[in-house]
């Protein structure tokens, strides 16, 4: 099945009904995705679908035909929320940060704090309180890049 993942059109051949969380780890080697619950009540498994944070756990691999999605391996490494996480002590066991930080590039810039807690809603930390989380999330925002992606579309890249 084609779609286009982290800003590179591919193609890859898993049974349609196979969840997209296995897809994505298994068919595609792309691990940073986590599974927690595999009920869709965690958010460990966030991932953009066009944009959209989704738990990949409830999602089956015929959702994403031609679509865009993007893994916690297709944001820059330099992404604001990538740092601030680290910086901020909104990561410790490391299990929800991939899905917290791709829930949070969904939020507006100079989200308030309860626009993050409303974003954030579906995913769970066990770890670090929420504090910290939402401090990297206000940081983070305050200095958001325009588009935090590479995105593929119609056989255009743009930035």
Excluded at 66 to 81: C, F, K, Q, W, Y
Excluded at 136 to 151: E, N
Aim: glycine letters at 12%; aromatic letters at 4%.
């Amino acid at each position: 099945m084609r779609f286009t993942l982290n800003g590179q059109r591919v193609d890859v051949a898993a049974h349609p009904m196979k969840r997209l969380l296995d897809v994505l780890r298994e068919d595609c080697g792309l691990t940073g995705t986590k599974e927690g619950c595999g009920e869709g009540e965690c958010g460990a498994c966030t991932v953009l679908i066009d944009g959209q944070p989704i738990n990949s756990c409830l999602v089956p691999f015929a959702q994403v035909h031609g679509a865009r999605v993007t893994t916690i391996e297709g944001l820059d490494r330099s992404h604001p929320l990538q740092t601030t996480f680290v910086t901020e002590g909104g990561a410790q066991c490391g299990i929800c940060t991939p899905g917290m930080i791709l829930a949070a590039t969904a939020l507006p810039s100079n989200a308030s704090l309860d626009q993050i807690r409303e974003g954030l809603a579906g995913n769970l930390c066990r770890c670090t309180g929420y504090t910290g989380i939402y401090r990297a999330i206000r940081k983070a925002s305050r200095r958001k890049p325009q588009r935090t992606q590479r995105t593929v579309n119609r056989g255009r890249t743009r930035r």
